[in-house]
């Protein structure tokens, strides 16, 4: 669902908010990094094993490289110590702008704390995943429908339930509600 809706969704802006919560797989603790621009809509995501540098580097390229979305003019960050050095390792190799800023402030990133609700109510509703791959397929699909739900994709408004009820038919092809 994802895949098939991403072609769809309009462009964010340049103010991203970054942060990561936690998931449960099989009982293990594991990291879900989202990011937000600073009108709440959906940027990317991405279900991690760890919270680390190298994790925070791939989310961020991830990120930035996710299609439709401008390149960042400021990512807000919470006080993570890997972004700093994954966002310096990725200055150096080109694949962010210098140009780029970085701020660490853990009140800026309110918008995405509370979108994070949204989320952990639909994986607590699930009552835990049993492996890492089906915790990463739902949460695909969770994501895609609130990118959705949230009015992100073109010529469909926010408050339009069944233009988006047609939408997501029409990803699958099957018969309008």
Request: hydrophobic share 40%; aromatic share 10%; glycine share 6%.
């Amino acid at each position: 669902m994802n895949k098939r809706c991403r072609p769809y969704l309009k462009s964010t802006n340049k103010s991203y908010r970054i942060d990561e919560t936690y998931i449960k797989v099989k009982g293990q603790d594991k990291y879900l990094y989202r990011a937000l621009d600073s009108t709440g809509q959906t940027i990317e995501f991405l279900l991690t094993a760890k919270r680390d540098k190298n994790a925070a580097k791939r989310f961020l390229v991830k990120a930035v490289e996710a299609s439709g979305n401008p390149m960042p003019r400021v990512m807000n960050v919470d006080k993570n110590p890997a972004y700093p050095a994954a966002l310096e390792a990725l200055k150096a190799d080109g694949v962010i702008p210098r140009r780029v800023r970085l701020r660490q402030c853990k009140y800026l990133n309110n918008v995405i704390e509370q979108d994070h609700r949204t989320v952990k109510k639909r994986v607590w509703l699930a009552k835990g995943y049993g492996s890492f791959q089906s915790a990463w397929r739902t949460l695909q699909g969770i994501e895609a429908v609130n990118m959705i739900r949230k009015g992100r994709v073109k010529w469909l408004p926010k408050e339009d339930t069944v233009g988006q009820a047609i939408f997501i038919s029409a990803l699958f092809g099957l018969a309008a509600v």
